[in-house]
T-cell receptor
Framework: GQSLEQPSEVTAVEGAIVQINCTYQ??????LSWYQQHDGGAPTFLSY????GLEETGRFSSFLSRSDSYGYLLLQELQMKDSASYFC???????????????FGKGTKLSVIP | NAGVTQTPKFQVLKTGQSMTLQCAQD?????MSWYRQDPGMGLRLIHY???????DQGEVPNGYNVSRSTTEDFPLRLLSAAPSQTSVYFC??????????????????FGEGSRLTVL
């Protein structure tokens, strides 16, 4: 099976930097994704790490350490619109019809305050 | 491209009623899936499909049926609704392992969600 752990809530100040951690357990690992979801909306894709290291996309960066089963999402220059829930998701191996399965963490609710 | 389209967006059912949530995608994605989202539980996989005629169970399949007769459509059926199935349902699709250029982007494309209440 697969499981993921991430903090349930984080609060940060506008303009600051915040890091959301994710640890995972999986029987087979292909990659770690991050999604953003605003209240009442659908999850939207932010980033994906299949290999160790840092991936940068604008103000957002994502890091992966496969040996530690750990990753994080880094948000810089926080804006009020970044207030949302952030989910890590691990793509692991299922012995069923295919290997492309995403298991999601329970999400981290980020509140950005002035 | 419309992306992933789910209908209906809202539905209220009585216990024991049946209904089908529709999902269609126009991106020629092999992989389609249904998730349910409950407060504090994140997104949980119900059923998935890696191509027409191929479906399999996810983490929480009980009470739900699916079929995949075409690449585009992946309906989710509730045969006898129960209050425990009150939730927000998301359909999602993607290329299978490796996109059209063989590169794995790890990205799922989600529909806007269907909010279901079972009384």
């Amino acid at each position: 099976g697969q499981s993921l752990e991430q903090p349930s809530e984080v609060t940060a100040v506008e303009g600051a930097i915040v890091q959301i951690n994710c640890t995972y357990q999986t029987s087979g690992f292909y990659g770690l994704s991050w999604y953003q979801q605003h209240d009442g909306g659908a999850p939207t894709f932010l980033s994906y790490n299949a290999l160790d290291g840092l991936e940068e996309t604008g103000r957002f960066s994502s890091f992966l350490s496969r040996s530690d089963s750990y990753g994080y999402l880094l948000l810089q220059e926080l804006q009020m619109k970044d207030s949302a829930s952030y989910f890590c998701a691990v793509r692991g191996f299922y012995s069923g019809a295919g290997s492309y399965q995403l298991t999601f963490g329970k999400g981290t609710k980020l509140s950005v305050i002035p | 491209n419309a992306g992933v389209t789910q209908t209906p967006k809202f539905q209220v059912l009585k216990t024991g009623q049946s209904m089908t949530l529709q999902c269609a995608q126009d991106m020629n994605h092999e992989y389609m899936s249904w998730y349910r989202q409950d407060p504090g539980m994140g997104l949980r996989l119900i059923h998935y499909s890696v191509g027409a005629g191929i479906t399999d169970q996810g983490e929480v399949p009980n009470g739900y049926n699916v079929s995949r007769s075409t690449t585009e459509d992946f309906p989710l059926r509730l045969l006898s609704a129960a209050p425990s199935q009150t939730s927000v349902y998301f359909c999602a699709s993607s290329y299978a392992a490796g996109g059209p250029d063989g590169r794995d982007t790890g990205e799922l494309f989600f529909g806007e969600g269907s909010r279901l209440t079972v009384l």
